[in-house]
């Protein structure tokens, strides 16, 4: 007994020296949070903490035991239970889930079998060196002057199933369009380019040791010794606000600035690029929902025809995949995300899916191989539907309002 009091006052002093920095080998823990309101889940997400998901009454999140701290200092009561750590390169229960090399090889493959409406590109290469490598479809040579849909996945390392949606949405794409007119008249008319792995450093560290990790950000060597940037709290857009952490060691540190890593920048190049891109879909996992800007402000965007347009594009979409549709900023704030940069600069009608599962229950980040062809099934649909809509995101106000807002 003796023994373990001195333990726990060298592991206190330990955190005490150190603050909040998270070891790579610290217990984690699956964690509810009591809380009912956004502003309390803001709170919450102000103090560094990635929630992972809203209930009604209460949130849950993955921590260590300084993250429990922070949020019972906040006055907030939790419960809280070690994680587990599965046995994993993806173990062989998940072997059909894609590391980068295989993500990369199934992109050349379908470049490779289909090479008149498919050609694999990179948008830049990772901190660590890896090419963020994509994928363009269309039937129609002509570059740069269709409308475009895009695609990414796996901003967040432990989101793997956000890699084989979008990898599986080439795929069908590139296979159907001969037998598909559906398939063959969008590809003929509109560009989709899809990448599904923003973040390779980190989905490859998170799979690197034989149990996932619970990896979320980059691998950027943080000044105090850390690792790790959020690449979904680096965009410009309320940069550094409400919802990211200024600490390196926070799951949700944004950074030293905005687009300060290799892989935000290159999204950012090259979706300022696609001059004709009027949608896009970043891929999350999970809590199976479809969020729409802002995330920064609890305020809707300016403009109440786009605030439409994004109302009812993804409730439409929800109709199919059954998530549910909402402003983003209606589970708590969060800045420097995708779609907030992407609408704001560029004037995309950009989502968050975060698909399956619907929690924590389900599997969380780690849902089982099983979980992907029901997942990708589901979001076909809404893929379709985008990709239909790239043409004119209005058009399903039925108004005549021009159709492509091109970069100034
Ligand atoms: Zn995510």
Same mark, same amino acid.
């Given at each position: 007994?003796?023994?373990?009091?001195?333990?726990?006052?060298?592991?206190?002093?330990?955190?005490?020296?150190?603050?909040?920095?998270?070891?790579?080998?610290?217990?984690?823990?699956?964690?509810?949070?009591?809380?009912? +309101?956004?502003?309390?889940?803001? &709170? @919450? !997400?102000?103090?560094?903490?990635? /929630?992972?998901?809203? =209930? #009604?009454?209460?949130?849950?999140?993955?921590?260590?035991?300084?993250?429990?701290?922070?949020?019972?200092?906040?006055?907030?009561?939790?419960?809280?239970?070690?994680?587990?750590?599965?046995?994993?390169?993806?173990?062989?229960?998940?072997?059909?889930?894609?590391?980068?090399?295989? +993500?990369?090889?199934?992109?050349? &493959? @379908? !470049?490779?079998?289909?090479?008149? /409406?498919?050609?694999? =590109? #990179?948008?830049?290469?990772?901190?660590?060196?890896?090419?963020?490598?994509?994928?363009?479809?269309?039937?129609?040579?002509?570059?740069?002057?269709?409308?475009?849909?895009?695609?990414?996945?796996?901003?967040?390392?432990?989101?793997?199933?956000?890699?084989?949606?979008?990898?599986?949405?080439?795929?069908?794409?590139?296979?159907?369009?001969?037998?598909?007119?559906?398939?063959?008249?969008?590809?003929?008319?509109?560009?989709?380019?899809?990448?599904?792995?923003?973040?390779?450093?980190?989905?490859?560290?998170?799979?690197?040791?034989?149990?996932?990790?619970?990896?979320?950000?980059?691998?950027?060597?943080?000044?105090?010794?850390?690792?790790?940037?959020?690449?979904?709290?680096?965009?410009?857009?309320?940069?550094?606000?409400?919802?990211?952490?200024?600490?390196?060691?926070?799951?949700?540190?944004?950074?030293?600035?905005?687009?300060?890593?290799?892989?935000?920048?290159?999204?950012?190049?090259?979706?300022?690029?696609?001059?004709?891109?009027?949608?896009?879909?970043?891929?999350?996992?999970?809590?199976?929902?479809?969020?729409?800007?802002?995330?920064?402000?609890?305020?809707?965007?300016?403009?109440?025809?786009?605030?439409?347009?994004?109302?009812?594009?993804?409730?439409?979409?929800?109709?199919?995949?059954?998530?549910?549709?909402?402003?983003?900023?209606?589970?708590?704030?969060?800045?420097?995300?995708?779609?907030?940069?992407?609408?704001?600069?560029?004037?995309?009608?950009?989502?968050?899916?975060?698909?399956?599962?619907?929690?924590?229950?389900?599997?969380?980040?780690?849902?089982?191989?099983?979980?992907?062809?029901?997942?990708?099934?589901?979001?076909?649909?809404?893929?379709?539907?985008?990709?239909?809509?790239?043409?004119?995101?209005?058009?399903?106000?039925?108004?005549?309002?021009?159709?492509?807002?091109?970069?100034?």
């Amino acid at each position: 007994m003796a023994r373990h009091s001195i333990s726990a006052v060298i592991a206190f002093l330990c955190f005490s020296i150190v603050g909040f920095a998270r070891n790579q080998q610290d217990q984690l823990y699956s964690v509810r949070v009591s809380v009912s +309101t956004a502003e309390q889940r803001t &709170e @919450i !997400a102000n103090a560094g903490i990635a /929630i992972d998901k809203v =209930f #009604s009454d209460s949130i849950g999140f993955i921590g260590t035991k300084e993250d429990i701290k922070r949020v019972e200092g906040l006055g907030f009561s939790i419960k809280a239970s070690e994680l587990p750590r599965r046995a994993l390169d993806f173990p062989s229960d998940d072997k059909n889930f894609h590391n980068y090399s295989e +993500t990369v090889a199934s992109l050349d &493959e @379908i !470049a490779k079998n289909h090479p008149k /409406i498919a050609q694999r =590109f #990179s948008i830049g290469k990772s901190l660590e060196g890896r090419e963020i490598t994509g994928i363009r479809l269309s039937g129609n040579p002509s570059r740069d002057s269709l409308p475009t849909a895009i695609f990414m996945g796996c901003h967040h390392a432990r989101e793997h199933l956000s890699v084989e949606v979008p990898l599986k949405l080439a795929e069908y794409l590139a296979n159907n369009y001969e037998t598909d007119s559906r398939v063959k008249s969008l590809l003929d008319t509109r560009e989709v380019v899809i990448v599904p792995m923003i973040n390779p450093d980190g989905a490859e560290y998170d799979i690197s040791s034989g149990s996932y990790k619970y990896w979320r950000k980059n691998r950027r060597k943080n000044d105090d010794g850390t690792y790790g940037v959020d690449l979904n709290r680096n965009y410009g857009k309320g940069f550094g606000g409400a919802g990211a952490s200024s600490s390196p060691s926070s799951d949700t540190y944004h950074g030293p600035e905005a687009f300060s890593e290799p892989e935000t920048q290159a999204v950012r190049d090259w979706v300022r690029g696609r001059k004709k891109a009027t949608v896009l879909l970043s891929f999350h996992t999970f809590s199976e929902l479809i969020l729409w800007p802002f995330g920064h402000t609890y305020d809707q965007v300016p403009s109440k025809t786009d605030q439409d347009v994004f109302e009812t594009m993804g409730k439409k979409m929800a109709t199919w995949n059954k998530y549910t549709p909402q402003k983003s900023s209606e589970l708590y704030l969060a800045s420097g995300d995708t779609t907030d940069w992407a609408y704001d600069e560029l004037k995309i009608f950009a989502f968050t899916f975060e698909l399956t599962p619907d929690s924590m229950f389900g599997g969380g980040f780690y849902p089982g191989a099983e979980a992907i062809e029901p997942t990708f099934k589901a979001n076909i649909e809404p893929a379709l539907y985008l990709i239909e809509k790239a043409e004119n995101p209005y058009s399903v106000l039925n108004e005549s309002v021009d159709p492509l807002r091109l970069i100034p």
